[in-house]
Each structure stands twice: as structure tokens, then as C-alpha cells.
């Protein structure tokens, strides 16, 4: 009571309790809670043109009952349309700041409204002019219009077939923007020019003003037949051609929307649309799965296709419309270790979205240094958005004035073709060069103003900072015979497996000196992922550098252990015990059941049958000269291979006396050998490698019975054996086997560890099925990327800009 | 004193004969549906068979259900040729030449082998007497065989699928055998129990741990492949059984899996179907509501979901059809929303919605040769409603001596009431 009474005391309690009242509402801007009212949200498309919301209210997310406003000089709209499926009507959001908000469009009825529209509403898009969207409703078989300034709906007109998809191809020069929409029962594309709503005026309520006032009419309808059932279609960024992939055929077809897109082409077409071609996207003989989604990106050089039943992204080259062959366009080739056409994705993907990204590094002096990014956004069943990187590009640009602004490159397709900076986007032809080009210049590209450095990756970007690296130590395991020898030699009592003196795998160079221990030299060096860039000046220097980034190839590595093993036994040959002698012919010796070319088998190898040629504890008469008078050896049955096929070896006896082996070839004539034999397989004089998941990798393949080159074996790294003295290629890792002093014995082997440390690029997203990927760049306050998903009840909206928010959900 | 005691003993006893648990309830109506679940037409289409599954157990449990058998003609029940079966039954199928149908039921974990009369007109239960009865007593299986020592079938039987293949004995005479495969809703087992010449007496079973809550199975056209649904797993199982030359099923052999989702562990799998070529599986669940088309390569066994398509509420039954006009359609249940929903999986949309009532859950389509062949011809579709009541304002509360209606739906292109329900049977 003092202390209140004290009238000082009494004035700063009141200070601060009007301190803290005002400053509470400036901690937290308060966030309107709404119902959740989304139900099977199926699509989303996002209005960026001449309309913008007015405030949304903060108690109920409203926005008043008059028009929307035109946006302010130098603004655009951020309105999202989202359709929901099983309510029949298409919801409205606010993008324009740092989180996404569903608006309730009318406050005196319950819960949240939305945008009523016809029956089965699957797809939306918006005008580029953000004045009229798109509702396609399948169960109408109708197309929605929707005026955006009164947020309404038009009259819905009939669709000739069930609408599958719809998209805007945006007006080329002298052309009009178009509607594009794809049909099924029958399977076919419909165009029409588009609509464009004026904004109204004198509106007192947009609830019940004409929401046809001030707005075009639709188009007239021509209507193209297509060839299977359309899955998907993606629009180019110019609106001169539409890519539409099938859900039941193996390729892609290229459709011509405008005038301008047919004249020069080879296909005999008059009138868009019309289809310019087909691009095969499988193998001739693959099973046609089809494919379920498409996107591109919004600079128009790659369309990406999801193969969903082969967990893969596909890449199209747009302008050479080709399908770019991931396996041999990254560098080094990945065949034939990779048997995908496109870059593997974890989990099932299901839809895609392209992206270019456009980084400004350093400008001085009329140049700057820009880096590109080209990819794609796939969202998978496992509630995960990955990125898969096409290629990216260092570009130095010589050019006058100011570089385009960001909406500009991204969204006016005639000022960037115009501007200096269109020299930085050519894509190159994938494969660029031969595999064993060391030097990267081919990845160089140099115009009139521009220096471009491409780097091909094809594959899921690597999220992690760490590299793939070896582990630790290697492991040995030496005879006894060696060790014995190796004391003689050095009079020491032991051996480390890194003395010098033993031949043994390692990174060391032919040539180098060699230190006292090898222990701590690396076992291996993994294959590195190379790129060329383009480093900015530094200092007081103008020029810019060039440079080479190298680094594991982690995609490549797996985390295992790789074994090397002298005149090791092949794997597959280890515990077989169903050899069989000919019954015809003594030379030939039938593996058994064992793919022989799979196992790696060579002519020059040494099949040796193992254990007595006994029946019933006693060796037959017959089988006596394959008994040697050395009780105690159990490799006298040793024969040479001459010769193979997938199913039998022709076998050839070893005429070295020191050696002393059986110097009869194996016949039926021998009772013990009607039966099935155990027997295994070695090299001669070379060491076999085999990794602990990867195996042992065979240079050859079973074709008919023989025993073939493997598809990609020319590109190399598809062996199993190393020599000692030389150098050894393996899939991801290269070493040179050490000569040391002393000749290696058999079944001596070194063991290493490779640790792989390549995560995806990811984003979550929560969607178990999502419908539809989108990313949306320079958004008023950030990139967002969105998911719906017409199976669950809500979307998935993530703002890149603010990447410690994460994944927010709008219910 | 001593009268006093022996009257006392004397009400003890008639008491505890009065109130043996094994009488309490009635039997249930047959002239009603009563929480009508499984589904099965006769090959020629003219009888329908409903098993009722006393779901509310207003009656006896042990013999609370019954399969109706209904006049597709006059879309009359016909009480006199209907049986009695215990509470909870699920599935029914006929097998191939259409002389046995049998029945899941949940009461005691049994399956009940019922014969059908020549024309269909009929099912009864045959005692060893070879009396024919409405009374199921003889006709359960719930131990194979059937005495103490027995293999017992697993908790929950619910899902049925019938197959019957031929054995050839040396001496030339040709054996019948219906393998009936059941999964059960309760554990991860499935069952196979063999029936010669449809006889009980002689059945062999198996079981194997194989899918965790199994719902719904279906054979592969033109194999011994069965693929189940599972409601608390991920994955579509298929497996083989393996019968000897004796006609014993000896084993079960899992063939391999469909992974169905990624990122979520129990999908509620349902209703599963197979297009006539057999390279279609469409799977229906409700985690998330979703139909998972699966394309399936014969020369190598691969299976590869190729779409997926977002359904209405609560998904239950999965049928295909080719209508008169030669396009495959799959028609889905909507327990939730009372509709059915017709989709195009080729095209991959939804073609059309037909309202048919509450609670839809199983749903069959005449096959018959002379139906649904061309526009024109009769072609008919019968689907349980569990709790259909007729009227939005009454519950089955309300209702007295049964619940639940079967909707007959028309399914010929050419008539003015395609895909629309015609009439309604109680």
C-alpha cells in the first residue's frame, strides 16, 4: 500500500501498464481463425494480374462487399483459387504477405464462403491479365468462368467430353491468350481464345452485381483428336505450343496452339491446334505404364515428366524436342549402372512443377556474373516435395543498362528474348562430350556478350553440406604364408596391413613415394562430380575467373564395404554344389543353374572342383587319376576355362608340372562324378573387388545363352578386377594396386568403408496424395511453393523466403 | 422345513433351465432385410442372395442372420427359401458351377456351406441326413476337421473369395474343389479351406500371417493369384494356395506385395477389383479416400500403381463392368455420402454419381450372358444399404423388425433411367 500511495510510484506503474497496452498488438499481428472449410482441395491456380484484394479484415478474414481493386502502379494480384472437389466450389486466398489466407467472401452466412461452381470442380486456371479464371467442373462436363473482380461466377458453359485439365497459353505476339483444355471420353484438346473482364464500376454489393458485366465472350471451340487418354498437359511460357503426356502410351505429344507455332514445321498442319510431333519417352519394348504428370519450366527449355511406376522424372529438351537421356548426359555417364531414362526420385512421385532460378552474383563495369539453376519440383506419396536439378549455368553477360528485373525475366517473354541476357539461356544438346574429357571446356560456351558455363546433373539435388568420403582404416586378412615371408623380409615378428612391402589397394599415385606405412593413405579416390563456374573478380581485379568445383559424387556412392581379394573365389561360384560334368563331352562342365556371364567368369579363370572324387567314403577305380598322392591338397581338380557361355564352361587342363595338377580332363567315366560336384571359380593373377551391396560387377550380360558386353560397359567403370602394379576403375571409386616387395599370395584381401552423405533436397509438404505442384516466384513477400491434395483437406503452403516457418497447412 | 428346502431346489432348477443364455433373442424375419452386408447373384441372374447380419443383435446370436433369397423378377424376398445364419455375417460367393454358397460369419468365427437349389430358387442347408433345412446347424465350419484337436478358424472371418479348380485321380474320375479363401478382420491371418466336392466332412485349411486386418479378396482372372485388402496396413498381399494331388490344401504362398502409400502405414484398404484382362487391380481406401489403379505386367509378376484417383467419403466396395457400350467402368461404394461413384480409370475421371441411399456398401452387377450386352438389354446393379431406412428423418432405431434396403440400379446405357436407382427392396 506504500508503495502505491507514493504518487512517483503510482506514475510509472501506470506508465508501464499503458506501455505494455500499447505495445501488445505491435508483438503479434492477430491471425483471423477460420472453420476449416477446404474439402478435397484438387487444384490451385494463383491470379497475378490487374486485381488485387482489398485488406482482409483481421477478425474474419472478410473483404467487404464492393469490387477488388486494381492493383497500384508496379503491383500485382496474389489471389489463389482453390478448387474443392467435393463441395462444388472453389475457395479464395490471399498471397500477398508473408502467409497464406483464406478470405470468407461473405460474412452473414456461416462459416467460410467460397466461389460456388458446377458439380466435380478438378481444375482452375487464371488469365495472365488476373481479370477471369477457369473452373472446370467434371461432372457438368461444363467450364466455370469466374469474374475476378467480383470474385462470381459466370455462365457455365458445355464442354464437348469430360474435362480432364485446363490451362492458359499466354498470348504471343499479335495473338490473343487462349484457353486450352483437355478432354477425355473421347480423348481430346479444345482451344478457344480467352476472356478479359473490365473493371466494373458503380458496385454495391459484388454479391449480386451482374458477374458477366464488362466481360468478352468466350471464344469459339476447335477441338484437336488425340491419340490416347491425357493424363496431363503443360502449356509453354510463350503459348505457342502445349506438351500432353498419357496415361496409357509410352510418348509425349507436341501441340501447336498458335499460327506462328506451325509455320516452318514439318508436320502437315493448317490450323492450330494441330500436333507437331510425338517424343517417345520409354524404351521401344517398355510396357506402357504412360505417365501422370508434366510441368515447365517457366522459361520454357525443359519439360519434366513423371514416370510414376518407375519412380522417375524424365527430362525433354523443349526446344530439340527430345527426351535427354540422364544416364549418359551427366558427367561421367552413370550406365550402365543406371538403367532409368531420367533421374530417380525417393518414393512414388506423382506431380511435378518446373523452375528456373536466376541468381544475381556480381555486376561492375557493364557485366555482371548470373547464376541459373534449372529444375523441377516433385512432389511424392511420402509427403515430401524434392528438387531435381536439370542442369545449372554460370553466365558472364556483357550488356548496357540495367539487367531485367525479376518479374520481368520471369514473366515477360518478349522483353527477355529482346535483352542481352537471352544469350545466358541457350541450352546446350545433352550428352556435351566424350566422358573422358578432362579439361571441362567443353561445358564452355561463348557468344557475342556472354561466357556461359553449363554444368549437366540431371539427378535430385544433394541437400547436405558433407561429402561422401572412406572410413577409417582399411582391414586385412593375410595367410599365414605371407606373414611368414613378410618377417624374413623386414625381421620384424608382425605386419600391418599398411607395411609397405605387401601389395595392397590405394589412392597413391604410380611413381610417388611411397611413405613407411601406408595405413593412413586412402584405400580408394571416390568419383568426384566436377562443374565449371565462374567465380566473381576479386579485389581490385575486373576479370572474371574461371574455376573447377570438385567433389565426391555422392548421389553415386552407396554405404558399404569394398573387398579386394587376390584370386579371390567369385561370389556366385562359392557355395554351389551342382556342377555336372557332360554327359557328352569331357571338356564341358555345366555351372550348375548359375547365370555364368552374370557371375563375372572369364576365359583364363580356374574352376577348381572341390573335395574327393569319393562314393561312399571310398574312391571308385575309375576316378584314379583324379586322386592326388597328396592327401592333404584340395585344389589337384583344377582345370583352365577356355571357353563359356551362360550355362557351361569348356574347360582345359593345366599343363604346368611345378603346379601338378590333375592332368585328365573330368569325365562320366569317374562313377563320383555322375552327381552334382562342388566346385568354385578364381582369377589368375588378379585381384577381384566386390562391394558389400554392389557385388561384383560383371562386364558381361546373358543375351541368348552367350555371354555379351553389358549396355554402357563402354563408358568403363563396369569391372571386377585390378592387376597388381595397375590402376583400377570401379563404379564410384578408383585406387592402383601397390606393388610392394613381396608377390601377393591368394585369398589376401584388404577391406574399406564408404560412407555416402547425399540427402535430397527436400520440403515437406504432409500431402499423402498430392494433385498438383506449384512454385511461385516474387510473390509480394516470397517464393511460395504449394501442394494440394483432392484427398485430404487442406493445402500445403510453404514460403521459401521464410524458410524457418516451414510447412503451413490452409484448412 | 424339508418341503420348504425341496421347493426352493425345485424353482432353482426349472429357473436355470428358463434362463440358459442359448435361447434368449428372437429368430429374425425372413421376409426382411436386416443390416443387409454381403451380395451374390446366381450365374443367370435371377436370384439375388443378401446376408443379413443382425448388426444390432436384436435377436438370437447364433442364428440372428439370414441370406435372403430374392426374385430379381418380381424383386420379392422368398421367406420359405431363406436360411437362417448366425450373427454377423459378412461375404457371400457362390462357386464356380454355382452348387454351394458360402458365408462368412463373425458369431462364432465360422464359415457356413449352404447348397443352392438347380435354378438358384433356393438355399438351404444339406444336414448329413441329406435333409435340407434352414437351420445352419450342420452346415458350420469353424474346425477343420472337426473334432477336438481341430485347426480353428481365425477370429473375425470377413472377406470371402471362392475358386474351384480340378483334380484328376489316377484312376481318371475328376474331383471338384472349392478353395474358399477368407481373411479376417481381427490379426493378420488368411485362411484357405479346401472343399471337395463342396463337402464338409472333407475339408483341409490352412492359414498363413499375411496382411494385418484383411478386408476384402479377389482372384486374378485367369490365375490362382488371391490379392487382399488390408484395413490396418499399407500393402495389398497376394498369395497362392498350394493343394496336393489328395485335394488338401497344404500351404499358403505368399507371392508378393503392393506397396500403396509411402508416407502413411494404414491405408484402410477395401474393396479391391480386377479388370477383365486381368492387368487392372483397382484398389479402394479410406486413408486417404483414393482409388489406386494398379497396372500389372503378366510376364514378370510387376505391379506398378499408375494413377490415383480422390473419391467421396468412405469408400467401401469396388466393382468393374463393361457396360453395352464396351467401356470398362469401376464403379465405388460411398459408405459416407450414399452414393456411388462411376469412374473411366482409363481416362482417369469421374464419369457420373448415383445417389442411391444410406450406407452403400456392397454392390454386384448381372453377369449373366443375355444381360448388359448392348444397349437395350436389361442390366442391372443390386447394392446393400446397411442402414437405409428410406427416410432421412427416421434412424433404424425407429424402425421396427429390420434395417436396411437393397437398391436395384439401372445400368443399360440406353434407358432413360440409367444409373438411377429404380427401385428398392426392404
Given at each position: 500500500m506504500t508503495f502505491i500511495n507514493d504518487k512517483r510510484h503510482r506514475a510509472t506503474l501506470s506508465a508501464l501498464v499503458l506501455g505494455f497496452a500499447l505495445a501488445a498488438p505491435a508483438c503479434s499481428e492477430p491471425e483471423p481463425i477460420l472453420p476449416a472449410s477446404l474439402r478435397a482441395p484438387r487444384a490451385i491456380a494463383v491470379a497475378q494480374g490487374e486485381v488485387c484484394l482489398p485488406p482482409v479484415s483481421a477478425d474474419f478474414a472478410t473483404i467487404g462487399r464492393g469490387a477488388l481493386l486494381r492493383c497500384e502502379s508496379g503491383q500485382q494480384g496474389a489471389i489463389a483459387l482453390i478448387v474443392n472437389e467435393q463441395t462444388d466450389n472453389v475457395a479464395v486466398a490471399d498471397l500477398s504477405g508473408r502467409r497464406a489466407q483464406l478470405v470468407n467472401l461473405d460474412s452473414t452466412t456461416p462459416g467460410v464462403a467460397h466461389i460456388p461452381v458446377g458439380r466435380h470442380p478438378v481444375g482452375v486456371a487464371a488469365g495472365n491479365d488476373g481479370t477471369v479464371a477457369y473452373v472446370i467442373n467434371q461432372l457438368d462436363r461444363t467450364l466455370t468462368p469466374l469474374n475476378l473482380w467480383l470474385l462470381r461466377p459466370m455462365s457455365a458453359q458445355p464442354l464437348e467430353g469430360i474435362p480432364r485439365r485446363v490451362a492458359i497459353a499466354s498470348a504471343s505476339e499479335g495473338q490473343v491468350e487462349q484457353l486450352v483444355v483437355a478432354l477425355a471420353s473421347p480423348s481430346r484438346l479444345q482451344l478457344r481464345d480467352a476472356m478479359r473482364c473490365e473493371q466494373p464500376t458503380n458496385v454495391s454489393?459484388?454479391?449480386?452485381?451482374?458477374?458477366?458485366?464488362?466481360?468478352?465472350?468466350?471464344?469459339e471451340a476447335?477441338?484437336?483428336?488425340?491419340?490416347?487418354?491425357?493424363?496431363?498437359?503443360?502449356?509453354?511460357?510463350?503459348?505457342?505450343?502445349a506438351y500432353v503426356v498419357y496415361s496409357d502410351l509410352n510418348a509425349m505429344s507436341v501441340i501447336g496452339l498458335t499460327t506462328a507455332a506451325l509455320e516452318g514445321d514439318d508436320a502437315a498442319c493448317s490450323q492450330a491446334p494441330c500436333e507437331l510431333g510425338r517424343i517417345a519417352l520409354a524404351e521401344p519394348?517398355?510396357?506402357?505404364?504412360?505417365?501422370?504428370?508434366?510441368?515447365i519450366d517457366p522459361l520454357g527449355k525443359f519439360v519434366y515428366v513423371v514416370d510414376r511406376a518407375n519412380n522417375q522424372v524424365l527430362f525433354v529438351d523443349a526446344a530439340r524436342r527430345e527426351l535427354v537421356d540422364a544416364a549418359l548426359a551427366t558427367e561421367p555417364p552413370a550406365m550402365p549402372f543406371s538403367t532409368l531414362l531420367g533421374a530417380g526420385v525417393t518414393r512414388s512421385p506423382i506431380v511435378v512443377t518446373g523452375d528456373v532460378?536466376?541468381?544475381?552474383?556480381w555486376s561492375g563495369n557493364g557485366r555482371s556474373l548470373i547464376r541459373y539453376a534449372y529444375g523441377a519440383y516433385v512432389a511424392s506419396d511420402n509427403g515430401s516435395i524434392y528438387f531435381v536439378e536439370a542442369m545449372n549455368a554460370h553466365c558472364e553477360l556483357e550488356h548496357t543498362g540495367e539487367l531485367l528485373s525479376a518479374r520481368a525475366f520471369y514473366n515477360d517473354h518478349a522483353a527477355r528474348a529482346a535483352s542481352p541476357e537471352q544469350s545466358c539461356l541457350t541450352v546446350p544438346e545433352f550428352p556435351l562430350a566424350e566422358a573422358n574429357d578432362d579439361t571441362l571446356d567443353h561445358r564452355l560456351f561463348v557468344d557475342a556478350n556472354a561466357r556461359v558455363a553449363i554444368n549437366p546433373t540431371f539427378a535430385p539435388r544433394d541437400a547436405r553440406a558433407a561429402s561422401g568420403r572412406l572410413v577409417g582404416r582399411a582391414s586385412c586378412q593375410l595367410p599365414e604364408a605371407l606373414i611368414a615371408r613378410a618377417s624374413e623380409l623386414t625381421g620384424a615378428a608382425t605386419l600391418s596391413c599398411g607395411s609397405p612391402v605387401l601389395p595392397q589397394p590405394t589412392s597413391l599415385q604410380e611413381g610417388a613415394s611411397v611413405p613407411t606405412s601406408l595405413a593412413e593413405i586412402p584405400r580408394a579416390t571416390l568419383l568426384a562430380q566436377r562443374s565449371l563456374v565462374l567465380l566473381p573478380p576479386e579485389g581490385t581485379s575486373t576479370t572474371v575467373r574461371e574455376g573447377v568445383r570438385s567433389e565426391p559424387f555422392d548421389l553415386r556412392l552407396r554405404d558399404e564395404s569394398w573387398t579386394v581379394t587376390y584370386e579371390g573365389v567369385l561370389p556366385a561360384t562359392a557355395r554351389i554344389d551342382r556342377g555336372v560334368v557332360d554327359r557328352d563331352v569331357d571338356?564341358?562342365?555345366?555351372?550348375?543353374?548359375?547365370?555364368?556371364?552374370?557371375?563375372?567368369?572369364?576365359?583364363?579363370?580356374r574352376l577348381t572342383i572341390l573335395g574327393r572324387p569319393e562314393i561312399d567314403g571310398a574312391v571308385p577305380a575309375s576316378c584314379a587319376a583324379y586322386v592326388s598322392d597328396d592327401t592333404t591338397r584340395a585344389d589337384f581338380l583344377t582345370y583352365e576355362i577356355v571357353g563359356l557361355s551362360a550355362e557351361y564352361l569348356e574347360l582345359a587342363v593345366i599343363e604346368d608340372e611345378e603346379l601338378g595338377f590333375v592332368d585328365q580332363l573330368p569325365s562320366?567315366?569317374?562313377?563320383?562324378?555322375?552327381?552334382?560336384?562342388?566346385?568354385?571359380?578364381r582369377p589368375v593373377d588378379q585381384w577381384l573387388v566386390v562391394g558389400e551391396r554392389s557385388g561384383l560387377i560383371p562386364e558381361h550380360e546373358n543375351v541368348g545363352g552367350e555371354c555379351v558386353a553389358r549396355p554402357g560397359a563402354e563408358f568403363g567403370r563396369a569391372n571386377a578386377r585390378a592387376r597388381t602394379g595397375e590402376s583400377f576403375s570401379g563404379p564410384y571409386l578408383d585406387f592402383r594396386i601397390h606393388e610392394g616387395e613381396l608377390d601377393p599370395v591368394r585369398d589376401m584381401s584388404y577391406s574399406f568403408q564408404v560412407e555416402r552423405n547425399f540427402v535430397a533436397e527436400r520440403y515437406e509438404s504432409r500431402t499423402p496424395l498430392p494433385s498438383q505442384v506449384l512454385f511461385l516466384r516474387n510473390l509480394p513477400q516470397g517464393h511460395f511453393l504449394i501442394a494440394p491434395d483432392g484427398t485430404a483437406d487442406f493445402v500445403s503452403i510453404q514460403n521459401l523466403a521464410q524458410p524457418q516457418e516451414g510447412a503451413r497447412t490452409l484448412r | 422345513m424339508k418341503s420348504w428346502v425341496t421347493i426352493a431346489v425345485l424353482f432353482g432348477l426349472f429357473s436355470a433351465l428358463g434362463c440358459s443364455d442359448q435361447y434368449k433373442g428372437t429368430l429374425p424375419p425372413r421376409d426382411r432385410l436386416n443390416y443387409p452386408i454381403g451380395l451374390a447373384l446366381h450365374p443367370d441372374g435371377r436370384f439375388l442372395y443378401v446376408v443379413n447380419s443382425n448388426f444390432d443383435m436384436s435377436h438370437r446370436e447364433e442364428v440372428g442372420g439370414t441370406v435372403s433369397v430374392i426374385d430379381t423378377e418380381t424383386l420379392q424376398i422368398l421367406p420359405a427359401v431363406t436360411p437362417y445364419i448366425p450373427s454377423f455375417g459378412g461375404y457371400i460367393k457362390l462357386n464356380r458351377d454355382a452348387t454351394r454358397a458360402y458365408v462368412t460369419t463373425r458369431h462364432a468365427n465360422e464359415v457356413i456351406v449352404l447348397d443352392v437349389a438347380g435354378q438358384g430358387q433356393a438355399l438351404s442347408c444339406l444336414t448329413p441326413g441329406g435333409v435340407r433345412s434352414s437351420d445352419p446347424d450342420t452346415c458350420r465350419v469353424g474346425r477343420v476337421p472337426d473334432v477336438q484337436g481341430g485347426a480353428v478358424l481365425g477370429s473375425d472371418p470377413f472377406g470371402l473369395e471362392v475358386a474351384t479348380i480340378t483334380?484328376?485321380?489316377a484312376n481318371g474320375d475328376q474331383t471338384l474343389i472349392d478353395l474358399v479363401n477368407v481373411s479376417h478382420l481381427r490379426g493378420s491371418q488368411v485362411t484357405t479351406i479346401a472343399f471337395p466336392n463342396g463337402e464338409i466332412g472333407a475339408a483341409s485349411m490352412r492359414s498363413a500371417a499375411l496382411v494385418a486386418g484383411g478386408n476384402q479378396i479377389a482372384v486374378r482372372p485367369g490365375s490362382l493369384d488371391f490379392y487382399v485388402a488390408g484395413r490396418s496396413t499399407n500393402q495389398v498381399v497376394y498369395f497362392q494356395p498350394y493343394v496336393n494331388p489328395a485335394g488338401q490344401v497344404e500351404a499358403i504362398v505368399r507371392r508378393g506385395a503392393i506397396a500403396l502409400s509411402n508416407g502413411i502405414e494404414a491405408v484402410d484398404a477395401r474393396g479391391l477389383a480386377f479388370g477383365q484382362s486381368g492387368r487392372r487391380l483397382y484398389v479402394a481406401t479410406r486413408r486417404p479416400n483414393t482409388l489406386h489403379v494398379i497396372a500389372i505386367d503378366p510376364n514378370n509378376a510387376r505391379h506398378e500403381i499408375v494413377s490415383t484417383i480422390s473419391l467421396g467419403g468412405r469408400p467401401s466396395d469396388v466393382v468393374v463392368h463393361s457396360d453395352a457400350n464396351g467401356d470398362e467402368l469401376v464403379y465405388v461404394t460411398g459408405y459416407n455420402?450414399?452414393?456411388i461413384e462411376v469412374i473411366d480409370p482409363r481416362a482417369g475421371v469421374l464419369v457420373d454419381t448415383i445417389a442411391v441411399g444410406s450406407s452403400p456398401y456392397q454392390l454386384v452387377i448381372d453377369q449373366s450372358p443375355d444381360r448388359c450386352r448392348y444397349p437395350g438389354d436389361s442390366c442391372r446393379g443390386y447394392v446393400s444399404l446397411f442402414n437405409d431406412t428410406g427416410s432421412a428423418a427416421l434412424r433404424c432405431d425407429d424402425v421396427e423388425n429390420g434395417c436396411g434396403a437393397v437398391a436395384v440400379i439401372d445400368l443399360d446405357p440406353a434407358s432413360p433411367t440409367y444409373h438411377q436407382v429404380i427401385a428398392k427392396i426392404r
Open positions: 454489393d459484388r454479391r449480386t452485381h451482374r458477374a458477366d458485366a464488362g466481360c468478352s465472350e468466350l471464344g476447335t477441338t484437336l483428336d488425340l491419340p490416347a487418354s491425357v493424363a496431363d498437359l503443360a502449356v509453354a511460357p510463350d503459348g505457342s505450343v519394348l517398355a510396357p506402357s505404364w504412360g505417365f501422370s504428370a508434366i510441368g532460378s536466376r541468381n544475381v552474383l571338356a564341358r562342365f555345366q555351372g550348375g543353374g548359375i547365370d555364368l556371364c552374370a557371375a563375372g567368369v572369364q576365359p583364363g579363370d562320366r567315366a569317374c562313377a563320383a562324378f555322375n552327381r552334382g560336384l562342388r566346385y568354385n571359380i | 483334380r484328376t485321380e455420402d450414399g452414393i
